[in-house]
């Protein structure tokens, strides 16, 4: 998924540095990504070394080297595929904790009850952060983009709720 969001992110915004696109992803794709950010720079050589990017090396006077990259026309195709790719929508969540429900007999409820109410603390800061970055977004995002991104975030909220609903359900069920 990392190549996907950075030439779709150089595709939109043009010629960037690393510093830059790990900015705008910071900045707007966190809510909805698992993208490490030091991973980046590994994935920009690696797409300059396969002909997706081509790179520009500028030495500012009195500041450290800096490398700009922009989509070449296989990184562009290279998008388009990946995209094309995704649109199956393909939905096969997996839930790495029904482990620990499966093997309940080796661990202590109260255990499992510290953990889930933790969880829900999380989850409720999540939708929280969700929320207050929808909205910060939605005051810069132009009016032809609005749908899809509230369409992003509308995703992610009605997952994070549902989890939450799980997640505060079973509590009350092992609390019984």
């Known amino acids: 998924m990392i190549p996907l969001y950075i030439l779709g992110l150089l595709q939109r915004f043009g010629p960037q540095h690393g510093y830059q696109i790990k900015k705008i992803i910071a900045e707007q794709l966190s809510d909805f990504t698992q993208i490490k950010l030091p991973t980046i720079y590994y994935h920009l050589e690696k797409m300059e070394t396969d002909g997706l990017l081509s790179a520009n090396r500028e030495k500012p006077e ?3 080297e800096k490398t700009i990259y922009t989509i070449t026309d296989k990184g562009i195709a290279a998008f388009k595929n990946l995209i094309a790719g995704l649109v199956e929508f393909e939905y096969r969540p997996t839930f790495p904790s029904d ?14 009850l510290s953990h889930l109410t933790a969880y829900i603390h999380k989850l409720n800061t999540a939708i929280s952060n969700i929320e207050k970055h929808k909205e910060e977004t939605m ?7 609005r749908t899809m991104v ?3 975030f509308s995703h992610h909220e009605h997952h994070y709720r549902a ?3 799980w997640a505060e359900e079973t509590l009350n069920r092992l609390s019984l």
């Open 62 to 64: 009195g500041r450290p």
């Open 139 to 145: 005051g810069f995002v132009p009016e032809e983009d």
């Open 99 to 112: 482990g620990v429900f499966y093997f309940s007999d080796y661990i202590e409820n109260a255990e499992i």
């Open 163 to 165: 989890e939450l609903y």
């Open 150 to 152: 509230n369409i992003i």
